[in-house]
């Protein structure tokens, strides 16, 4: 039995429906209510969700992801995942060929001429950790033009442009990675990894918790750090401390839904706001303007494009 399977009638949308995971670079486009795979050890990927909310379960904890964050995976990894939602959920998943970012590592760390000598051999020294990770604008661009490609059936030069390109990305997070162990203050490197990890997993509840934001203990907790620890060691890590960080996603959520064109009542309560009034003074701290106005911009900046491309 494929461990990619559908548990309703209502078939999942996939596109490509044929693509060759684990052989070549492929990307999956899924919209569906209800799907799941099954401890799937697939190859090197990295998962997008553009509506909804998903959670991959990986080991033993499940990693949510939204349209905020994105989840790489390294090859060979089980994982499992389940979407029973009332609403339709999008993903976006890339897929790499073994060994196709090892060889861009390889590419875009040595010299011209130690390239030209070995064009065929495959690279090593790459760093992956499946992580959840904050999405940027270089992911997401690559990602929805991939997507776009496989939705029309077009492939060719430019697919291979874009695969090089998102597989550069992996590799700057990769070194991102490495600042990150670095800036970490502990005498042997497998600590400094080892505390990266937990605070990781501290900020993955971060992006989980839909209902209510989790406290600074209870994200310790799930780093299996003491609080004072986990906050420090996370404020040195990613530059940023945790209620920091909570505070970006919280606003992060709200203006896509506010870009959505969803009231500014329901966009508060979505951020964990007490009431509007709160929320419309933190925001205008933040961005310079009320969120209703922040919404009427970007509405009007929509139906501006709208017309100059008809």
């Known amino acids: 039995m494929s461990p990619i399977s559908q548990r309703s009638t209502t078939a999942a949308s996939i596109v490509p429906a044929s693509a060759d995971l684990g052989t070549r670079n492929c990307v999956l486009g899924a919209r569906a209510r209800r799907h799941s795979v099954r401890e799937f050890p697939g190859p090197l990927s990295i998962k997008c969700v553009t509506s909804g909310?998903?959670?991959?379960?990986?080991?033993?904890?499940?990693?949510w992801v939204d349209p905020s964050c994105f989840l790489v995976l390294n090859a060979s990894e089980p994982y499992s995942m389940d979407i029973d939602s009332a609403e339709p959920v999008t993903t976006c998943c890339a897929f790499f060929a073994p060994g196709f970012v090892e060889g861009?590592?390889?590419?875009?760390?040595?010299?011209?001429?130690?390239?030209?000598?070995?064009?065929?051999?495959?690279?090593?020294?790459?760093?992956?950790?499946?992580?959840?990770?904050?999405?940027?604008?270089?992911?997401a661009r690559v990602m929805t033009e991939l997507e776009s490609q496989a939705r029309s059936g077009g492939d060719g030069m430019r697919a291979e442009e874009l695969y090089n390109a998102l597989?550069?990305?992996?590799?700057?997070?990769?070194?991102?990675?490495?600042?990150?162990?670095?800036?970490?203050p502990a005498a042997r490197a497998?600590?400094?990894?080892?505390?990266?990890?937990?605070?990781?997993?501290?900020?993955?509840?971060?992006?989980?918790?839909?209902?209510?934001?989790?406290?600074?203990a209870e994200a310790a907790r799930a780093a299996a750090m003491s609080p004072f620890h986990f906050q420090r060691t996370f404020q040195r890590a990613f530059g940023i401390s945790p209620a920091g960080y909570q505070a970006r996603l919280r606003f992060e959520r709200a203006t896509a839904l506010l870009r959505r064109g969803v009231a500014v009542t329901e966009a508060a309560l979505d951020a964990h706001y007490s009431g509007t009034a709160a929320f419309s003074t933190a925001f205008r701290k933040r961005f310079g303007v009320t969120p209703s106005h922040y919404a009427a911009q970007f509405s009007n900046k929509s139906k501006a494009a709208a017309g100059n491309s008809a």
């Open 190 to 216: 497998s600590t400094r990894a080892e505390l990266l990890s937990r605070v990781s997993r501290g900020r993955e509840l971060l992006h989980a918790s839909s209902e209510a934001p989790p406290s600074l």
């Open 167 to 184: 597989a550069w990305q992996l590799l700057e997070l990769c070194e991102e990675t490495r600042r990150q162990i670095g800036s970490i």
């Open 53 to 63: 909310r998903v959670a991959w379960r990986v080991g033993r904890r499940d990693v």
């Open 104 to 139: 861009i590592f390889r590419d875009g760390t040595r010299a011209d001429a130690h390239c030209l000598d070995d064009p065929g051999r495959t690279g090593s020294g790459a760093l992956f950790l499946a992580r959840l990770r904050p999405i940027n604008s270089g992911i």
